[in-house]
T-cell receptor, first 112, second 110 residues
Framework: DAGITQSPRHKVTETGTPVTLRCHQTENHRYMYWYRQDPGHGLRLIHYSYGVKDTDKGEVSDGYSVSRSKTEDFLLTLESATSSQTSVYFC???????????FGPGTRLLVL | SQQGEEDPQALSIQEGENATMNCSYKTSINNLQWYRQNSGRGLVHLILIRSNEREKHSGRLRVTLDTSKKSSSLLITASRAADTASYFCATDENGNKLVFGAGTILRVKS
């Protein structure tokens, strides 16, 4: 596996609380992505980053924010968690846009 | 919106048989990729085929791309129980993004 870790791996939280998920890479890849995976929907892009402090929205960005202050770290924040944000969240990295992406192990988030 | 759509949604075969999955997409692409996901794990890249390529092989995998029909197929030959997984195609859009389909669930029975 490429050097990508996600933390936490599992989290249970309550509606209305903020949640931050962390993605850490050791590959020095420029591009980093956050996806969510739900049954019947495949992977949907939430936000992505094309460099330090450079981010853009994906398909399902409402209710989420991101930050990238260092090449190796990409944070995803659920500003006020809702039950609809219960999902599995994957981070991915790539060296070039639209090329091979390498995925982290995922974070299972349950919002009660 | 989903660019790639896989077909079938689920496939069950016996060990040793071949498995074929299809992916259709809507707009022009630069490349198409296939990924595998084992249960509870992240996606793993299998193969990338560019728009000017028609066929590509990697071990027991064979991928074809027909840009005139906007479709691709993934063939796994001589399947094994370890091939049991979900398979996703992903296509590029303008910009720095891939769009993934909903996937095909493959079950290989031993």
């Amino acid at each position: 596996d490429a050097g990508i870790t996600q933390s936490p791996r599992h989290k249970v939280t309550e509606t209305g609380t903020p949640v931050t998920l962390r993605c850490h890479q050791t590959e020095n890849h420029r591009y980093m992505y956050w996806y969510r995976q739900d049954p019947g929907h495949g992977l949907r892009l939430i936000h992505y980053s094309y460099g330090v402090k450079d981010t853009d929205k994906g398909e399902v960005s409402d209710g989420y924010s991101v930050s990238r202050s260092k090449t190796e770290d990409f944070l995803l924040t659920l500003e006020s968690a809702t039950s609809s944000q219960t999902s599995v969240y994957f981070c991915a990295i790539s060296d070039q846009p639209q090329e091979t992406q390498y995925f982290g192990p995922g974070t299972r988030l349950l919002v009660l | 919106s989903q660019q790639g759509e896989e077909d079938p949604q689920a496939l069950s075969i016996q060990e040793g048989e071949n498995a074929t999955m299809n992916c259709s997409y809507k707009t022009s692409i630069n490349n198409l990729q296939w990924y595998r996901q084992n249960s509870g794990r992240g996606l793993v890249h299998l193969i990338l085929i560019r728009s000017n390529e028609r066929e590509k092989h990697s071990g027991r995998l064979r991928v074809t791309l027909d840009t005139s029909k906007k479709s691709s197929s993934l063939l796994i030959t001589a399947s094994r129980a370890a091939d049991t997984a979900s398979y996703f195609c992903a296509t590029d859009e303008n910009g720095n993004k891939l769009v993934f389909g909903a996937g095909t669930i493959l079950r290989v029975k031993s």
